[in-house]
């Protein structure tokens, strides 16, 4: 593992800060050598905002926040540091991310038998109370200004493969049931969380022509991608409506698939598995969260098509995942021009998580930045309550 990665990332980090920024050009390091490239960017660790959760900055034009040349003048609110970054264009997300949500506080009321195979989904509340996606949760609730000042989500994706896998899921699986549109990405964090080999965990991203570090990164903040451990594959997931000659590959057009009413569609990938003293692994499909369909596939190495068809009654996203080792980007089926919506519970989940984590995090604010923490939860519980009172679920028992 870790052979032949072609994309690398070195982030520079807060105890080595003053003498990693030297590196940073905004533009691949010059000892790539095609097609291996490796670009300079920065975790948030160490500083500022790190103490709600590391966010990994990739693709930037400037590697420091203004009003300063290091790292001690930083945003102690994440969202702070985001909207900075994605002024510039870049592609982020938190890294590490179920560290703080693995300790659990209790789980949300009327939730028993809801959880999901494998526990994803679940509805125990974390604690919130460590470095990973933690202030995740009201982060995806906001739109910031990108580039041309137009409006762009605060966060591209969330790390995966890296951390206890039931919590990196889950947060991805209720924030995908809410609506948001957030892709996974593959991580290793070499050598601060992984320490034995470069790519335990990582991203595969498809890109046309020539591969450079912008195609390679731009599909993964477009969910062009699948997230692997390297012993396992899943390509080119496509989704096609059975009765019309309408089809979406992952990571292109929104990765939707718009139906007029309900419908039938295909769902398919090129799957395969090489994995010591495994003779099958099971190939799931999840629409909403929850496993609608299986199959088995053989490891021995050799690429299958894996194909599935599913009765799409309301708009939902849907992907194809290997537990634990690997998991395709979803493709979103609109129905109807509805929003996808996957339970309720998802999102009531995500607002008591607003409420925890603004309760473990809002003392590593600084006092300069609490109004501006306050008003982004605030705005968080306003999305989520919404969510709520909008959900068709509740509609019907009006």
Partial sequence: MGEDLKVGCCLTWGPCFDFQKRFFTG???EQSKYPYTLRYDVEVSGFGSHASGHLNLLNLKEQIYPGGESKDHWPTLGLNTLKWAKRQGAVCGPAHSSIGLTHTIGRLPDTPSKDGLNSIP???VPAYDGIGANEFVMDV??????PDGKP??????ISTMNTERVAEWNMWY???NCGFRVAASGETDFPCMSGERVGIGRVYAKVDGRLTFDKWVRSIGAGRSYVSDGRCHLLDFQAHAIKTDRHVDVGVDGSELRLGRPGRVRLSTDGAALIDQVGYVLVELIVNGYPVASKSMKADGSIRKVEFEHQFEQSGWATIRVFPNAH?????VVVGDKPVRGTVDSARWCLAGVEQ????KQPTYAADEQADAKAAYDHARRVYQQLIDEHPDNQRKR
């Fill in 357 to 360: 984590c603004w309760k473990s």
């Fill in 174 to 176: 209720h924030v995908l």
């Fill in 152 to 157: 762009v989500p605060a966060v591209d994706f």
């Fill in 141 to 146: 609730t906001h739109n910031v200004p990108g």
């Fill in 328 to 332: 395709t980007n979803p493709v979103y």
């Fill in 27 to 29: 533009e691949v390091a």
């Fill in 122 to 124: 679940n509805f125990f």
